[in-house]
């Protein structure tokens, strides 16, 4: 090999290394996450007769072992049925793919079976939302960590890997939190005498990570509470809420009016006035146009076209100048309008909701929700510092989310929601 060649490949050689440690990284973090997230289409995962990996065999034997009686249920029907059976007596619900669950199923328990537990696994944002908490930034894989705080549940079990998606308790809920451990990856708050508990992470539940660090102890411990367990087992997204068609238009009347033999002008009469009225206006604008057009004397003036911007350097510009400004009003109502829009179409693409309390309405009996609440999240209070205007951002993101998840698309179909 000569010298030159020698140059040449060792050039080459220090340009390939770093990318092929950057394909290798993506490839490697790809497969983690791959291995990292169950499949909750099988019918076999999280589920207390699964025995794979991601099953939940082993923590539905373990709290037979603890007397706690295990009732399982396919739908959200059954389980207020089952709930509905035991007349009063505590129960906790397990529900390991809340996503597929139908967004009412929360709100109806809520209230309605005092002391009923609700254990939620890694939600999204929309179903969050329905069960008053606001999600938090995930992770790829899920972090073993401390309890960091002085609940039972937490501390008999010590470290456990359930930090991956963090949540916090929604303000406008207007409750206290119960349980607030692990940095946000277990989260409870009870509202009108109903406990719902978010997990950040399905580690502690499934059988390959069940017996690692204090994840058994974690698991049994929140599902135990109670000698009665409804486990929800969901593999499918259930049907949502179908909202009525809008009524059809009145047809207009094209009768015309009779008309003696005396008549002027037929040709007025011949046409309705509205497309009189209409050429009407059509002329105005064509004679403010052209006055417009011709506000400047002389020919035309050659200019150069802007320079072209990328979409996000446009955005992070405005972004900057809207925090220099400290105009949280204004970002506020801009981000609004886009929510606005986007629960629009999903729940009406026609657009025929006349105004913002027809849609909060409209929002309240899609979700099953209270139409205050939904009221609150669309008319936020002016915003006075940047964690205010964080939240309530959070909360119209979460809002929008829960609607296209659970509302038809123009063609009909329907997110099929599970974790992301």
Known sequence: MTPRRTVRWRRWHRAAVPFLLLVL?????GVAHAVQEPDLDEPGTLSPVGNGPDGSARLAGLLNANGVAVRVVTSSGQARTALDDLDGQPATVFVPAPDFLD??????VAGRYPGTRVVLVRPDGGTAFVAGFLSGPSRWAARTVAPDCGADVAVDAGRAAVLRSRYTVDPRTRTEAVLDCYGGG???HRMRGTEFVVVGATDPFRNSRIDEVGNSELA????SRDRQVIWV???RPEPGPTMPPPPPPPAPDYRQPERSGNDSNP???AFPPVLWAGLVLLGILAVLVAVVRGRRLGPPVAEPLPVAVPATELVVGWGRLYQRSRARAGTLDALRAAAVRRITHRLDPTGVLPDDEALAAAVAVH????VEQVRAVLHPEP??????????????????AAIERTAPRPDGSVNPGGTP
């Open 25 to 29: 990284f993506y490839v490697v973090t």
């Open 233 to 235: 087992d969901l593999h």
């Open 220 to 223: 049994v411990g929140l599902l």
């Open 383 to 400: 915003p006075t510092s940047d964690d205010e205007l964080t939240s309530a951002v959070a909360g119209l993101d979460a809002l929008a």
């Open 186 to 188: 277990l989260v409870a």
């Open 103 to 108: 967004p009412r199923f929360l709100n109806r």
């Open 267 to 269: 040709m007025w009469a």
């Open 367 to 370: 979700l099953g929700v209270p």
